[in-house]
């Protein structure tokens, strides 16, 4: 009985860490070594995508990351949409945002 308290225990701990998911910028061609901007820091964007779990991301948080991004190439950032199925499991919803000149 020990034995299973302390497995559902571990389990448990694992479980709620998945939860809290940092959100982090989506790059499709991240680990593609054949892209041509393979290991380059941007020197634009047009757009930024930003992976994160709903249940410990703030909407706030979210534009903050993307008005950061969009602002490090002298734009601001404007929110299109949102999606799911493009990001790991522990960060299943995408915001979308456009990274449009001031």
Same mark, same amino acid.
């Given at each position: +009985?020990?034995?299973?308290?302390?497995?559902?225990?571990?389990?448990?701990? !694992?479980?709620?860490?998945? =939860?809290?998911?940092?959100? !982090?910028?989506?790059?499709?061609? *991240?680990?593609?070594?054949? $892209?041509?901007?393979?290991?380059? %820091?941007?020197?634009?964007?047009?757009?930024?995508?930003?992976?994160?779990?709903?249940?410990?991301?703030?909407?706030?948080?979210?534009?903050? +990351?993307?008005?950061? %991004? =969009? /602002?490090? !190439? /002298?734009? &601001?950032?404007?929110? *299109? &949409? $949102?999606?799911?199925?493009?990001?790991?499991? +522990?960060?299943?919803? &995408?915001? $979308?945002?456009?990274?449009?000149?001031?």
């Amino acid at each position: +009985m020990s034995r299973i308290r302390t497995s559902f225990s571990v389990l448990l701990v !694992f479980l709620v860490a998945a =939860c809290a998911q940092e959100p !982090f910028i989506y790059d499709a061609n *991240e680990f593609n070594r054949d $892209h041509v901007d393979f290991a380059k %820091e941007p020197t634009d964007r047009t757009s930024v995508e930003i992976c994160y779990n709903r249940r410990s991301t703030t909407p706030q948080a979210l534009l903050k +990351m993307a008005a950061d %991004e =969009c /602002g490090r !190439f /002298g734009k &601001r950032a404007v929110f *299109e &949409r $949102h999606d799911y199925l493009e990001c790991p499991l +522990m960060a299943p919803a &995408r915001a $979308h945002f456009r990274c449009q000149k001031r």
